[in-house]
């Protein structure tokens, strides 16, 4: 790998004192980007909002008439959860105190505090950029987003979240139906559909993914006949230099294959399905490349705020090692404890500034994209995230969106922004509401209660994820003891001509995951019995899909994600996907997942102990016949899957 200064003089300079304007990398967009005009309904809304406007000139339907006089719900307040530090203490505590620390899972009386918002039919507001109501947001609206959650977001991107952007004017924001939906967008600003039968291979465009990679994104490119190029792993994720780095895909690329790739896919944090979390220094080493080869950096991040500083600890080998630069607990988690460069800002709250930032943060050109989401803070049913990057990105996405999603949901958007910014304190109903319940009147999360929320689920997910990887690391060997005839003197007595054996047989490992949902398991079929008969017949997929079968059935009852369906090529699914299992710790009740977790790995164990090849042979056969019949015969099958998106 480049040295740490090699890599930084290759990035552009960032010690101007004037920022420079992004670079035009118009370039990149695709052919129906750049034909894209503005609608011509949709330029005259912004008028619509006026005072007093005679409007006749757009299709709306009268907000009378909407059958939704309010919106009201109650809601969590943000200390609701008990978060974890920022910086644990090294080594991190066992039994007892790991017990009280990462395994507090009984909620405080915080769990009852709940406010109750409402969205009235009209407010008396006449500001747009704060007006909530749904006379306003059940309305079409500008592709832009609702504007008082633009105007919240927008701020909350350029103030709080990547308050370090080094180009001219800071970034742009655009709200999407989510992270999916965001990079559909991505990928119609930046890429041209194409047909083997009808265009050049020369022409064909590529897309840079991980190795194992979050497959509704490469399932969105392969439509449009994008070449999938896997760039090789690490447990941080994507690498820079070496074998299967980005610069030797890019240096030595076969444009038999067609263009070399100019636009990379990659989840940087809580990697999914690995979990694993860039460092500053890759992130500065990667751009680098990126800019040497002109290559758009597509960041998809719905687990940014879900970095764990336990599991850096614990995979940490000697923390107190000088050499050691992954984990110091007397710095912040920032950039994997590297000292604050000299004129950072401060995002205004200790969380955020704990966490590895955005490439953002060091994009000096604008060739950074970054997706952002409510689906893992709010819920994924809300179908609502954001867009930042270059202005120049945002206006022709905003094209883009104005003749297709137009906008997200206007009942979405009137709630979050309601939670968000806090009710019109003109609207009588709002000290009324409280009347019939013990709910206190609405109140502002406003981003100081925002950036609480999340660090509240943060401490959720991080003893969850604690609690996993506890009790699969205390079944991934199988032990097995007895006693063998000695082969020493033949004349010793009874008593010692046998002696005890203990043998341990390693069947699974993992990294405590330092982000993210997710736990990435490798199960070593090559110490399973049957490993070289299945070996022999170049069947190896066939004893993992065994094992995944085995899981559903009695008395283990579980259900996860196999390697195989994060494989972005046939190789690496044939080769190496079938070793791999993703397991997900966050969407399983909580009482449940120390049961769950155990079951597991007794079956993996269990598996283990299976000798024969005809118990093998039958599970995959009643598999191929259909697992309905299976299903029906009790209850309790339980997903660690996870396989829910952005």
């Keep these: 790998m480049a040295s740490a200064q090699a890599a930084a003089s290759m990035t552009p300079s960032m010690s101007s004192d004037k920022p420079a304007p992004p670079k035009d990398l118009s370039n990149h967009f695709s052919r129906s980007a750049k034909a894209r005009t503005a609608s011509s309904i949709k330029q005259f809304y912004k008028y619509f909002q006026i005072p007093g406007i005679g409007q006749l000139a757009g299709g709306l339907p009268n907000n009378h008439y909407f059958p939704y006089d309010t919106l009201e719900a109650k809601v969590a307040r943000p200390d609701r959860w008990d978060p974890t530090p920022n910086k644990p203490v090294d080594p991190p505590p066992e039994g007892d105190d790991a017990a009280q620390s990462f395994s507090k899972l009984n909620v405080s009386s915080k769990q009852s505090s709940q406010s109750s918002i409402l969205v009235p039919h009209t407010s008396a507001d006449t500001n747009p950029q704060t007006k909530v109501d749904l006379s306003t947001a059940l309305q079409y609206g500008t592709a832009q987003g609702y504007p008082p959650l633009y105007g919240f977001l927008r701020q909350l991107t350029r103030e709080n979240l990547h308050p370090n952007c080094p180009y001219e004017g800071g970034p742009e924001i655009i709200l999407t139906c989510g992270n999916t939906d965001g990079f559909c967008k991505v990928l119609q600003l930046l890429t041209n559909e194409w047909s083997a039968e009808k265009d050049w291979v020369r022409d064909r465009q590529g897309l840079l993914v991980e190795k194992f990679a979050y497959m509704n994104a490469i399932q969105a490119a392969r439509p449009r006949g994008l070449n999938v190029v896997p760039v090789e792993i690490d447990d941080e994720g994507m690498i820079a230099e070496g074998k299967g780095g980005l610069r030797e895909v890019l240096e030595n690329w076969d444009y038999r294959k067609g263009k070399r790739p100019s636009l990379i896919y990659t989840v940087t944090m809580g990697q999914n399905p690995t979990s694993g ?9 990667l751009y680098a490349i990126c800019c ?3 290559v758009i950096i597509c960041e998809d991040d719905p687990y940014w705020y879900l970095q764990f500083p336990t599991a850096t600890a614990v995979n940490t080998t000697t923390t107190s090692d000088p050499a050691n630069t992954s984990f ?4 912040p988690m920032f950039a994997n404890a590297e000292p604050v460069p000299e004129g950072w800002k401060s995002s205004g709250y200790k969380f955020l500034d704990s966490l590895v930032p955005s490439s ?5 050109e604008g060739r950074v994209i970054r997706l952002d989401t409510f689906s893992k ?3 994924p049913g809300c179908r609502l995230g954001w867009i930042t990057c270059q202005p120049a990105f945002v206006e022709r ?3 883009i969106s104005e003749t297709s999603t137009q906008q997200p949901s206007g009942f979405v958007q009137s709630m979050i922004a309601e939670l968000l910014l806090g009710p019109d304190s003109r609207d009588v109903a709002t000290s009324q509401r409280t009347k019939k319940d013990n709910s206190t009147p609405g109140e502002a999360w406003d981003a100081a209660g925002w950036v609480r929320w ?5 401490g959720n997910y991080e003893r969850r994820m604690n609690q996993m990887a506890k009790i699969l690391d205390s079944g991934k060997y199988l032990v097995k003891s007895g006693r063998r005839n000695s082969l020493a003197d033949p004349t010793a007595s009874s008593d010692d001509d046998e002696w005890s054996v203990v043998e341990k047989t390693q069947t699974m490992s993992f990294d405590f995951p330092v982000g993210g949902m997710f736990l990435w398991l490798r199960v070593h079929f090559e110490n399973h019995p049957l490993y070289h008969h299945y070996a022999k017949h170049n069947q190896l997929s066939r004893l993992s899909r065994a094992m995944w079968i085995f899981w559903t059935t009695k008395p283990y009852r579980v259900l996860v994600s196999p390697g195989t369906i994060f494989s972005p ?3 690496i699914m044939d080769e190496e996907g079938w070793r791999y299992f993703r397991l997900c710790f966050a969407a399983i009740d909580e009482d449940m997942l120390k049961e769950v977790t155990e079951r597991l790995r007794d079956g993996v164990n269990g598996f283990f102990r299976v000798k024969d090849r005809k118990v093998v042979e039958k599970l995959l056969e009643e598999d191929e016949a259909g697992v309905a019949a299976r299903e029906a015969e009790g209850e309790g099958l339980v997903s660690v899957a996870g396989f829910g998106g952005c």
């Design 277 to 285: 979390v860039l460092s500053l220094q890759r992130r500065r080493e």
């Design 292 to 294: 040497e080869y002109d």
């Design 328 to 331: 110091n607990p007397d710095q």
């Design 360 to 364: 953002i943060s060091i994009d000096t």
């Design 377 to 379: 803070t709010v819920a």
């Design 397 to 399: 996405i905003l094209r």
């Design 454 to 458: 999340i660090e509240g689920l943060r």
């Design 569 to 571: 090529t046939q190789k």
